[in-house]
């Protein structure tokens, strides 16, 4: 083999070893298999999970875990901050707010009609975590963007800060830009299950 064929294969191994992609994991709390990822540098889960089969279906069940210290986390549904489905959230007091937002700049996102957004149980706020679990009807289509349930490995971004939002009480509430973003690979495909009635 050339030497340089010999790079070219090592290059295309370390870059999908490398390649941060979703797994499937069971959150203990409340019996939900997620496909998911954890970031390992802020400590937090992002999970997914889809109704079984169809790409008809408008809805998911998701889930963020993240420590005390993140002061808001926000998912970006189509991999990046711009013209996508954002959803924002952050604790307050013994619950968690939520926002579901969308960015045509690199500025505040504006709230963004059109989700319909039930938080389940499992949601929670303790000494260390908070946890916000829901059901997001209504969210896998948005204006100039969709999620490709057939995709094995399309990204899923995220950013959070730091520092709290302005008025934690009220979903519409300003807050200053991340201290932190990134995205893995998330399987859509693999993140449909046949339990998923049971668990909305
Ligand atoms: C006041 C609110 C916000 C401001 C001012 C802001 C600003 C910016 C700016 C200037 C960039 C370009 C790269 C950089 O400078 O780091 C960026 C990138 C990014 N932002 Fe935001 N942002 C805000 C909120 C959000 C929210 C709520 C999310 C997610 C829900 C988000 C997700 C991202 C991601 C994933 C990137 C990486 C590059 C990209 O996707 O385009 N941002 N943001
Ligand atoms: C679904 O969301 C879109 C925006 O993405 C909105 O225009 C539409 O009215 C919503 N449909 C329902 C039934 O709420
Ligand atoms: C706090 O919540 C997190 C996330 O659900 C969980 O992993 C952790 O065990 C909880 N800690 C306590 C002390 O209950
Ligand atoms: C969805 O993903 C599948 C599998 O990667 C791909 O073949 C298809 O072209 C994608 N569809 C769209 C609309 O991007
Ligand atoms: C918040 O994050 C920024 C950027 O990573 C860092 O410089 C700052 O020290 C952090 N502040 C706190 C209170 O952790």
């Known amino acids: 083999m050339a030497l340089s064929h010999l790079l070219l294969s090592l290059l295309a191994i370390s870059t999908s070893v490398f390649a941060q992609s979703s797994t499937t994991y ?19 889960t992002i999970g997914l999970v889809f109704p079984e089969g169809s790409d008809s279906n408008d809805e998911f ?22 013209d996508n489905l954002l959803l924002v959230a952050w604790p307050y007091e013994d619950t968690v707010v939520y926002s579901p937002r969308y960015a045509t700049s690199y500025s505040l996102p504006a709230l963004y ?4 957004i039930t938080s389940l149980e499992s949601t929670s706020v303790n000494s260390t975590y908070w946890k916000w679990v829901f ?3 209504n969210c896998t289509t948005w204006t100039g963007g969709s999620i490709n349930l057939t995709s094995t490995a ?17 979903p519409d ?28």
């Open 113 to 116: 009609e059109g989700p319909t």
């Open 154 to 170: 399309s990204p899923l971004a995220w950013a959070l800060s730091n520092t709290t939002v302005d008025d934690p009480a009220d």
């Open 135 to 137: 059901r997001c009807e």
């Open 26 to 44: 069971t959150d203990p709390d409340n019996g939900i298999t997620f496909q998911g990822y954890t970031d390992t540098t802020t400590d937090v």
């Open 173 to 200: 509430s300003a807050f200053a830009k991340h201290t932190n973003d990134g995205s893995f690979e998330e399987d859509f495909y693999a993140a449909q299950s046949a339990y998923y009635f049971n668990w909305a």
């Open 61 to 82: 069940i998701g889930e963020i875990v993240s420590p005390l210290t993140n002061q808001w986390v926000g998912v970006c549904l189509g991999g990046t901050m711009l």
